[in-house]
């Protein structure tokens, strides 16, 4: 592995791209054990997806890291192909300028960029929902009677925020750095600021606001590509319907699409993100028609274009799982037309088989169908998740021959759509996860741990017991950690740690023997990366009694990252006791910013009524953008409105550089986000991001999963 990531990087650093996968991702291969404990000194990857809906840091940036025709009712359907679309309301810049080069990346950054067999790369593209950080900051600022969202509608988007203070005061400054700049760094953390906060809410004696959709839109036609990219991204993000229009002619490159981007054709890089775009936008509306709309878009992008672009293959697939029509309309699986996915649920879910069954299909169509199946068919009728189990399983069977993409990506998707319950498909499919284990190929052996620990914690709703497989999933698990593989313990601890929350949030008893094994190693490891992946284990099972050994190794961990991993793993004990090592930690790390961050989400998990007049006052300490950094990033994590107009004032301070300015605006989006899932996660979770195009996430960072 060593030796194949030097090669790597000596290949991207002089301009190469064969050792890069076509599409632009890194494409490690299945691999057995790599270096043993410890010869791993990579950090956190840069730029790793967040799942915190950071800026999209595009191209020029790196200063830290035939479908059938439109069915009966789809809106919009034009000659052209796509959705009639209205016209940019201002004239688009001159389109063709060169965007900026990125900034080369150092050879010890791109290693770590390159290991994809690291836990952490796992944990940071799935860690939103065991966080559960918006449930801790509910109980933290408790709605009160003036909190009533019938007196102001955006109470219900967090205490304290009112339509005065955001639509009032924080839209207008956001609007007000974005006319006076053309720094892109600037400029890109204000697009996706205005998507999180959104259109303005109707509210009885407010004055008007601004329409954010057409000035978004406009911004499409940037000369500038990571402008222009990101603006793509962010019509998505503000989920509106005119947005989604505009999406959809970007992504089939129709003559209104290249219009809008002021480009004689709409780049691929620009399609996918907009095929992503239109996906996201519909997650957020429970309306049929919109989601019929996307899905019949997306999969005649795929159809027509995926062969010919990776990026465009894998973008629809994914966006194809990010929606799903209602399960209780049209006829039933096997009754339905694959080609016309989105008649009807069983029409969907028949597309995305038939995707998965095709192996003359594109590569990372089928390497996201998986994924995207689970998403779709979870949650359904069990006579459909019954099928859709059983051809996950077959794809995970080494004995049949398939891309080990396809492989990793089965085994993630059983994780999503498995339970514990006696079902015969349940049972069939934890005795894949549990072959999976066993697998030559580290990656599918890591992923299927993690698989299990969430599968068997999952009450079924079928034959039997809803937890009957909970004690044999801990066994395996157990033994695993006991003696496995070494470069697989880690992951092993986290799939126990997946387990005890699991049964935590469904209200369950938690089995004391797998918080037992955790214990013993947060005691016994002396590797930083082995400690931060069991004490993160120890967190998630809220085992309270493992407080003090990781308080200790808290002290002693030096490797940023993973000391921030351990200050998480306090926060998810929910030991108070915990706060003066946290505040300690904290106090001394303000040029370490993984740190603070890190630190300030276990400080907020705890909930620590200290922590924002702390870094408010931290704020003003700021001198330089690494500081600035850590200290918005946690600001943006605990989003308390008490935060806002300090960061108004850090937005308007012309003595900052753009880059710090355009930090504070990403959190002035945190905090003011009309959603409460943040966007990216939703295309992050679950996800097998080794499958990776260029536009998904890659090592330089150009993807929609990498944040600054």
């Known amino acids: 592995m060593r030796y194949r990531a030097a090669l790597l990087v000596f290949s991207l650093l002089a301009g190469s791209a064969s050792a890069v996968q076509t599409a632009g991702g890194v494409d490690p291969g299945p691999t057995d054990d790599g270096p043993g404990v410890g010869d791993y000194n990579g950090g956190c990857p840069p730029n790793a997806g967040s799942g915190a809906g950071g800026t999209y840091a595009g191209p020029g940036d790196r200063t830290a890291g035939s479908r059938p025709a439109a069915p009966p009712g789809a809106p919009g359907a034009s000659d052209s192909g796509g959705p009639s679309t209205p016209t940019p309301g201002a004239a688009a810049p001159t389109a063709g300028a060169v965007p900026e080069s990125p900034s080369t990346p150092t050879p010890q950054g791109l290693a ?45 988007r967090r205490a304290g925020l009112t339509w005065s203070a955001v639509y009032g005061e924080v839209l207008p400054a956001l609007l007000a750095a974005l006319e006076g700049t053309h720094d892109q760094r600037l400029v890109r953390g204000i697009l996706i600021a205005l998507a999180r906060i959104g259109e303005a809410p109707p509210f009885e004696g407010a004055g008007p606001a601004p329409q954010l959709e057409p000035l978004i839109a406009r911004h499409v036609a940037d000369s500038n590509q990571s402008i222009s990219e990101t603006a793509a991204i962010a019509l998505g993000v503000l989920g509106s319907r005119s947005g989604v229009a505009h999406l959809a002619e970007l992504a089939a490159d129709t003559k209104a699409g290249q219009e809008l981007c002021a480009r004689p054709r709409v780049p691929v890089r620009l399609r996918a993100f907009a095929c992503y775009g239109m996906a996201v936008s519909a997650s957020f509306e429970p309306s049929e028609e919109v989601t019929r709309f996307v899905i019949h878009h997306l999969a005649r992008v795929l159809d027509e274009d995926g062969a010919e672009h990776p990026d465009l293959s894998a973008a629809c697939v994914i966006g194809l799982g990010l929606v799903r029509l209602d399960p209780r309309r049209g006829p039933v699986l096997g009754k339905a037309d694959a080609d016309w996915p989105s008649s009807c649920f069983a029409a969907q879910v028949e597309h995305l088989l038939a995707l998965l069954q095709d192996e003359d299909a594109p590569r990372f169509a089928r390497a996201h169908a998986p994924t995207s199946l689970a998403r779709v068919v979870s949650g359904g009728p069990e006579v459909v998740r019954g099928r859709a189990a059983a051809e996950l399983v077959k794809r995970a069977d080494p004995r049949i021959e398939d891309d080990f993409h396809v492989r990793r990506s089965a085994v993630l998707a059983m994780g999503i759509l498995g339970d514990a319950d006696e079902d015969e498909a349940d049972e069939h499919l934890r005795v894949a996860l549990e072959e999976a284990a066993a697998s030559s190929d580290e990656l599918m ?107 200790e190794h808290l002290s002693r961990v030096q490797d940023p990252s ?62 330089c953008w690494t500081s600035s950094w850590g200290v918005t990033r946690a600001l943006a994590w605990t989003a308390d409105h008490r935060a806002l107009e300090p960061l108004l004032e850090f937005l308007a301070d012309d003595g900052r550089t753009a880059g710090e300015r355009g930090l504070a605006a990403d959190a002035l989006g945190w905090i003011c986000d009309k959603e409460r899932v943040v966007w990216d996660s939703r295309i992050s979770f679950g996800l097998n991001y080794t499958a990776a195009t260029e536009t998904l996430t890659n090592p330089l960072g150009f993807g929609i999963l990498d944040t600054l």
């Open 562 to 623: 993973y000391r921030g991993h351990v200050a998480v793993s306090l926060g998810l004990m929910g030991d108070r006791a915990a706060l003066p090592a946290l505040r300690a930690v904290m106090a001394e790390s303000l040029h370490k910013p993984r740190i603070q961050e890190q630190a300030a989400i276990a400080r907020a998990l705890l909930g620590d009524r200290d922590l924002i007049p702390e870094l408010l006052e931290r704020l003003d300490e700021c001198d």
């Open 112 to 156: 770590a960029a390159l290991d994809l067999t690291t836990w952490d790369r796992w944990w940071e593209h799935n860690k939103d929902p065991y966080l559960a950080l918006a449930s801790a900051l509910d109980r933290l600022h408790p709605q009160t009677p003036a909190d009533d969202s019938r007196l102001d509608p955006l109470r219900a």
């Open 445 to 551: 052996r890591s992923f299927a741990v993690i698989a299990l620990g969430q599968v068997g914690a999952r009450a079924g709703n079928g034959a039997g017991s809803p937890l009957a497989a909970g004690p044999s999933a801990t066994a395996f698990l157990a033994q695993r950690l006991a003696r496995g593989k070494s470069r697989t313990r880690p992951w092993v601890g986290l799939g126990l740690g997946l387990f005890g929350n699991g049964l935590a949030q469904s209200g369950q008893l938690m089995a004391r023997a797998p918080a037992d094994a955790l214990l013993h190693e947060v005691e016994s490891t002396r590797s930083p990366e082995y400690l931060a992946a069991y004490s993160l284990a120890s967190g998630l099972y809220a085992d309270t009694r493992a407080r003090e050994a990781v308080e």
